[in-house]
């Protein structure tokens, strides 16, 4: 954003703001997608987004920007929510895991397409590329089917059978299928949804597991890793392209390795191997860091912090959709709205400070009098604060993965 003359507070708050715009697109999201259904939630969605996109494009300034990246942040926080939740309520239960792990890997496929072009035109350009795939998406709302179980619950019973119809052919049996769904929502449309329900006792398993993990997750840094990906490996020594090229081409294999593990494996196995491998590629890049700055090895220090940090970031990526498949699979639908938009605004909250305060840690250095005898050591407690990070995220993790979750087996075959 050189263009802009953007300090780092600027780029540091712009980074940020995905996640800001995020929590209140979270926290409203669940409400108004049980009022409105899911496909005029994913409307107001598509809006949020092209907004966002045209005031970067057209911004002559850093409040231009800030708005834009914040109207992006609302869609993004409704899109995060909205998702694994829509997708779980359409799929069939015993292909239900890689379905919701093709989310995450169409979305990985974006992020990738977007790493490629981004390194070849100007981010202007690239935004309004943007803008494309929202519009494409927003005009086919038309065909896309409204979700049996928020028609169940809403008592629109032809509605129902008509759409679960269309979703497993002409020729399929969904009397079963339908008479399933109505049983699991039957006794919730008795009374209105109330936000203090799902701190019930009976729920509190549930939203232990689902809110934890979403709230913990993105201690490991892995958004900001995303965000601030070029200046790592510039401050490395690491070569911008060959890192950013790196990481769009070997993500997509790797995401869809984990969308097909999720139904194979169990979503436990998964997060687990997930985050051991982020941490063990966490502290490997913040040794490197370490050793650069006593000397040792400053010749690898470029390859080998961008190996470690694509470690960390293939990692993240292969269990990074379990928390959100959790959410759509053990969340029931009376307290969905409101468990699913305390849980991904917390996610926000969480990711917006930690992409905030990264990129100051990432550019501070000592006073001038001592920078010349310690001049690495700003970016040694950057990557080292995000170590810490991850071992914080990962510890407490472990605890609620093994602990709350393999008493939770008893209860929820999801989860083996």
Same mark, same amino acid.
């Given at each position: ?5 953007l ?12 996640n ?15 009022l ?9 969605m ?5 907004i966002g %996109? ?8 850093a409040? %231009? ?15 995060t ?17 890689r379905?919701?792990?093709a ?18 035109i ?6 309004v ?21 928020w ?26 299928e ?6 699991s929502?039957?006794h ?5 949804p ?34 601030y +990906?070029s ?30 593990l ?8 998964? /997060? ?5 491998? +982020? ?7 913040a ?5 650069q ?10 390859? /080998? ?11 993240? +990526? ?5 928390p %959100? ?6 969340l ?6 409101f468990?699913?938009?305390?849980g ?5 909250f ?33 990557v080292? +604060? ?31």
């Amino acid at each position: 954003m050189e263009d802009l003359n953007l300090s780092i507070a600027q780029f540091s708050l712009f980074g940020s703001l995905l996640n800001f715009g995020g929590m209140f697109g979270a926290i409203s999201s669940g409400k108004i997608a049980d009022l409105m259904g899911r496909k005029l939630t994913m409307l107001l969605m598509d809006v949020s987004l092209i907004i966002g %996109w045209s005031a970067i494009i057209f911004a002559q300034s850093a409040l %231009w920007l800030q708005l834009g990246r914040f109207s992006l942040g609302y869609g993004f926080g409704i899109l995060t929510f909205l998702l694994p939740v829509y997708v779980a309520e359409i799929s069939p239960k015993n292909i239900r895991g890689r379905f919701s792990g093709a989310v995450a890997l169409m979305v990985n496929i974006g992020v990738s397409v977007m790493f490629f072009i981004g390194n070849l035109i100007a981010w202007r350009t690239l935004a309004v590329i943007g803008v494309l795939p929202i519009l494409i998406h927003a005009l086919g709302l038309v065909f896309v089917p409204e979700s049996p179980r928020w028609l169940a619950n809403t008592g629109r019973e032809r509605q129902l059978e008509d759409t679960l119809q269309r979703l497993r052919g002409v020729n399929a049996d969904i009397t079963e299928e339908a008479t399933e769904i109505r049983d699991s929502t039957t006794h919730h449309q008795l009374s209105e949804p109330r936000f203090m329900e799902m701190f019930e006792k009976k729920y509190a398993r549930s939203l232990i597991v689902v809110i934890g993990t979403l709230i913990l997750l993105p201690l490991g840094g892995g958004q900001a890793l995303v965000f601030y +990906a070029s200046l790592i490996f510039k401050k490395a020594g690491a070569s911008v392209i060959t890192g950013t090229t790196a990481y769009a081409i070997i993500q997509i294999p790797v995401c869809a390795m984990g969308a097909l593990l999720l139904d194979r494996t169990g979503r436990r196995a998964v /997060l687990l191997v997930s985050l051991i491998s +982020a941490c063990l590629g966490s502290f490997l890049a913040a040794l490197t860091f370490v050793l650069q700055d006593l000397n040792q090895w400053k010749e690898l220090t470029g390859t /080998l912090v961008l190996i470690f940090v694509l470690v960390t970031l293939f990692s993240l +990526a292969v269990g990074g959709s379990v928390p %959100w498949v959790l959410m759509g699979e053990m969340l029931p639908i009376n307290i969905k709205g409101f468990a699913g938009s305390l849980g991904t605004f917390s996610s926000m909250f969480v990711g917006w400070i930690v992409n905030y305060v990264f990129n100051f840690l990432l550019e501070w250095s000592p006073s001038d009098d001592s920078r010349n005898k310690r001049k690495n050591i700003g970016r040694d407690r950057s990557v080292n +604060a995000h170590l810490n990070l991850c071992i914080n995220s990962e510890g407490i993790i472990f605890c609620i993965i093994y602990v709350a979750v393999s008493y939770l087996l008893e209860n929820f075959y999801i989860m083996s």
